[in-house]
Every structure is written in C-alpha cells, then in structure tokens.
C-alpha cells in the first residue's frame, strides 16, 4: 500500500487529478448502488412515493374539511328540524287537527264558573270548512254581570286554541240581591285544522 502511494505521489498532476476524479466517481457509484440496497429502491422512485404520498394527504385533508362541513350542515338541519317540529305542534294547539268538541266545551264551562257566571245554554252549531281550516261555532247564552262576562271573555282569549267571540249582545238587565245581572248571548267560535281539498280524480272509463 505504501509502495501504490509513493508511486502516486510521484505522478504528474494531472494523473493524480484523474486517479482522484475516479475514485469519487467510484466512490459515488458505491455510495447509490449502498442506499438502493438498503432502501429496496432507487432515490427516484422514493421522492417519487413521497410526492403521491404528500398529494394523497392533501386529497385527504380536503375530503375530511368536505366532510366535516356536511356534518355541521347536518347538524344544523337537524336543530331547524326540531325548531319546524315545535312551531309546528305549538300552531296545532291553536288550531287543532279533530274537532273534540267536548273538550272545547269543557273549557267553556270551566272559565265561565271560575268568573262567576251561570250557563244557561250552550249549543255547537254545524262545522263551517274553510280552504284548510274549519270554523266550530257554539251557540252561548249566560246570565252576570258586565265585570263578569268580560273577565270570561278575557279567559276565551287566553286559551292556547283560537277563540272568536262574536253577536254578542246584553239583554234584560235586572237587581238580583243589589247586583245587576244581564242576559248575554254570543256566538264562541274555534278552529280546527283540515286537510286541503284534493283535486277530483279522473273518472275511469
């Protein structure tokens, strides 16, 4: 090995400069075929997988945003779904899908004694359909006095239902015992929902 260095040292440069210029080139070969070897592939291909792996990650974080929005999306019509539900059920217990026409009159008496009036008639008249909602017109007649029939008819308003009053008229006012008690007569008028009126079927031949 010594004898190989003494005769290079004592080479011209330029020869010296060519046996360097190969052994790096040999050295270089050495170093490429090493880490194909150990990477079971060449350099080329390597940033070739890391360029697809860098662009499937960013399909994948756009697919996720993607998705993510379509979630919160949801989430939100879910929330106005249920708020719809809510309006909805809160509009039906003012205007009701079934007549329940005792239950109505329930109420009636029920306000009517608690502001101290006496029934004497109360009569539902014929059901009146409208385009998606029908009128329940109940025929009353009480006897108090004028303190009283408004408190009732301020209750009427308070229901959760729709209550008209209407016709209303005093009549026959007279002392019972230093109070004066009338006559009042009136129509009550409730509402209840209906489906609209589909369009005639064709007749079959």
Known sequence: MEKLLDQIAKTQTGVKVAVVAGVVVVLTALNYFIVSATFGAPISEIEQKITRTNAEQKRLSADLAYKTGIANDLNRFRRE???????LNEALAELPEQKKIEDILDQFQDR???????????????????????????????????????????????????????????????????????????????????????ATAPKKK
Do not use: C, W
């Open 112 to 198: 009517a004694q608690k502001a101290g009036l006496e029934i004497v008639s109360i009569e539902p008249k014929a059901q009146e359909p409208k385009d998606f909602y029908a009128k329940l017109p109940i025929q009353m007649e009480v006897a108090g006095n004028f303190h009283e029939i408004a408190t009732f008819f301020d209750s009427l308003g308070r229901l959760r239902r729709i209550v008209n009053v209407s016709g209303i008229q005093m009549q026959n006012p007279k002392d019972v015992s230093g109070r004066v008690v009338v006559s009042g007569k009136f129509v009550a008028t409730a509402f209840m929902f209906i489906e609209p009126k589909s």
């Open 81 to 87: 779904r249920e708020l719809l539900e809510q309006q």
